[in-house]
């Protein structure tokens, strides 16, 4: 091969084609400090082919979480396991592992308003997204109410087709509202297309024996909760609201 007039150009040309950006920004600066601290050719070529890998993978948990769409970034960093000492600390922390989501299995949180459930279930959430997993993040009101949008738009398939890709769909607040038979049933359609192919986890204010004023149908509970409970995890959040007595707090200080 004959040496370009000017390598530079080439390579940065080279580089953007093969999408290595990192190595793009990195590379003369990295080859000034090799070269200062004796570092071989081959140790040069590694740095920069780990730091365009480390970017990569900040990229792409990036993505992930935004794709997920919670509706607030709150991690388990910041969650006070001392104000709800009812809740299974350990279990917590161990489903924050994402280990579940590889074994497809389930996770109930239950437990009044306030209590924790949806900082919880972001918390486990995003703790998946930074392992790389599809995420994704909805409440049952407006999970209901994008299949019946999407079933009247007869684009129903490639809505369920796209939440059967996520390893682990989160439905938030299920029992605030109650549902009308053709949202129960599209609901539970979503519900049995996971089972055993990808992780769900519920959050509900209602005792399952409750469950049937949300669906309206016994029939539908069961076979919901049957396939929903068979590899579950439940996490019970009782005790006072926190909202509430953090704002006693602020009356009594
Ligand atoms: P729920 O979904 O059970 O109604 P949230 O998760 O929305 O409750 O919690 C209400 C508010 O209180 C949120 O801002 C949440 O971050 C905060 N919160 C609840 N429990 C805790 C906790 N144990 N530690 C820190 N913040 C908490
Ligand atoms: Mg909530």
Redesign the pocket.
């Known amino acids: 091969m004959n040496e370009p007039a000017d390598p530079q150009v080439l390579l940065s040309h080279h580089l953007k084609k093969l999408r290595l950006p990192t190595v793009l920004a990195e590379y003369a600066k990295q080859a000034r400090q090799c070269a200062e601290q004796g570092i071989d050719h081959p140790r040069y070529l590694l740095r920069l082919v780990e730091l365009e890998l480390i970017e990569r993978e900040r990229r792409m948990v990036e993505r992930r979480i935004k794709a997920a769409k919670f509706p607030?970034s709150?991690s388990l960093d910041?969650?006070?396991?001392?104000?709800?000492p009812s809740?299974n600390k350990v279990l917590v922390l161990e489903l924050a592992r994402s280990e579940f989501i590889v074994r497809r299995e389930n996770v109930i949180?239950l437990?009044?308003?306030?209590?924790?459930?949806?900082?919880?279930?972001?918390g486990i959430g995003l703790a998946a997204c930074a392992r790389g997993m599809a995420v994704g993040f909805t409440t049952a009101a407006s999970l209901v109410n994008q299949l019946t949008e999407a079933r009247d738009e007869k684009r129903l398939l490639r809505l369920q087709a796209a939440l059967a890709k996520l390893q682990l769909l989160i439905i938030?607040?299920l029992g605030y509202v109650p549902l009308s038979q053709t949202g129960a049933e599209l609901l539970f359609e979503v519900i049995s297309q996971r089972y055993e192919r990808g992780s769900t986890m519920v959050?509900s204010?209602l005792p399952f024996e409750d469950w049937t004023s949300v669906f309206g149908s016994q029939r539908l509970t069961g076979a919901l909760l049957d396939r929903l409970t068979h590899h579950v995890h439940i996490l019970e959040?009782n005790g006072d609201?926190?909202?509430l007595k953090?704002s006693k707090e602020r009356q009594n200080s």
């Not at 910041?78 to 709800?84: Q, V």
Request: glycine share 10%; net charge positive.
């Open positions: 607030a709150k910041s969650f006070d396991f001392k104000a709800i809740l949180a437990g009044p308003s306030g209590t924790g459930k949806t900082h919880l279930a972001t938030d607040e959050t204010n959040a609201s926190y909202r953090q």
